[in-house]
């Protein structure tokens, strides 16, 4: 081969865009991809989370407090999601009631030690008047009138690119959302006293 012929073929740019098509092309892919399937993870976000206010608002009405009104509420949510994307794996709604706004998180308690940590013989304040020191003094179920119920619902769908996996991220997505109503005052409620409790 002659060094005309090979200096032409040095000096040509043919052919070059392929060669950076094809470097560029699986990157730009990749981000592509990754923005799609957090854009869709958000919307999803988006929209469950509206389904929850919404169930968590039905749940308040006087009559919606059973076990069988609270499965048709959850079903509303679900078939909302139902119809974005098939088959979402569903964790198990949960409803915890608490007397106030405040009771909700652990038990106030007069830390003697300073180590952060309730122990046994500390004072504390009993907000649920079971005599104990509660790290949650929430009871299951939506409650009565006047109640304060934390709403929680979430599921599980597959990813909508195989790209996760390159990224480092597992093949599913797991989305929660919550909310904190309180239910109406359709009758007299008696709430536990805050009591101070040493022993």
Same mark, same amino acid.
């Given at each position: 081969?002659?060094?005309?012929?090979?200096?032409?073929?040095?000096?040509?740019?043919?052919?070059?865009?392929?060669?950076?098509?094809?470097?560029?092309? %699986?990157?730009?892919?990749?981000?592509?991809?990754?923005?799609?399937?957090?854009?869709?993870?958000?919307?999803?976000?988006?929209?469950?989370?509206?389904?929850?206010?919404?169930?968590?608002?039905?749940?308040?009405?006087?009559?919606?407090?059973?076990?069988?009104?609270?499965?048709?509420?959850?079903?509303?949510?679900?078939?909302?999601?139902?119809?974005?994307?098939?088959?979402?794996?569903?964790?198990?709604?949960?409803?915890?009631?608490?007397?106030?706004?405040?009771?909700?998180?652990?038990?106030?308690?007069?830390?003697?030690?300073?180590?952060?940590?309730?122990?046994?013989?500390?004072?504390?304040?009993?907000?649920?008047?079971?005599?104990?020191?509660?790290?949650?003094?929430?009871?299951?179920?939506?409650?009565?009138?006047?109640?304060?119920?934390?709403?929680?619902?979430?599921?599980?769908?597959?990813?909508?690119? %195989?790209?996760?996996?390159?990224?480092?991220?597992?093949?599913?997505?797991?989305?929660?959302?919550?909310?904190?109503?309180?239910?109406? %005052?359709?009758?007299?409620?008696?709430?536990?006293?805050?009591?101070?409790?040493?022993?």
């Amino acid at each position: 081969m002659s060094k005309a012929l090979l200096r032409q073929f040095a000096e040509s740019k043919k052919g070059a865009t392929i060669v950076e098509f094809a470097i560029v092309c %699986p990157v730009m892919l990749m981000l592509v991809m990754g923005l799609g399937e957090i854009t869709f993870q958000e919307y999803l976000q988006s929209v469950l989370s509206g389904a929850v206010q919404k169930a968590a608002r039905d749940s308040t009405i006087d009559g919606n407090g059973s076990s069988e009104a609270n499965t048709v509420i959850d079903n509303k949510v679900k078939s909302t999601i139902s119809l974005i994307i098939k088959s979402p794996v569903w964790d198990d709604a949960t409803r915890t009631n608490y007397s106030h706004f405040a009771d909700i998180g652990p038990e106030y308690f007069f830390d003697s030690n300073g180590n952060n940590t309730y122990d046994k013989g500390e004072c504390f304040i009993d907000t649920n008047g079971n005599s104990a020191w509660d790290a949650d003094p929430g009871a299951s179920g939506q409650g009565s009138a006047n109640a304060v119920v934390v709403y929680q619902m979430g599921f599980s769908y597959p990813r909508l690119f %195989p790209v996760a996996g390159l990224l480092g991220w597992s093949g599913s997505a797991h989305i929660t959302a919550s909310t904190i109503l309180k239910n109406q %005052p359709y009758k007299f409620s008696n709430t536990a006293d805050n009591t101070k409790i040493c022993k």
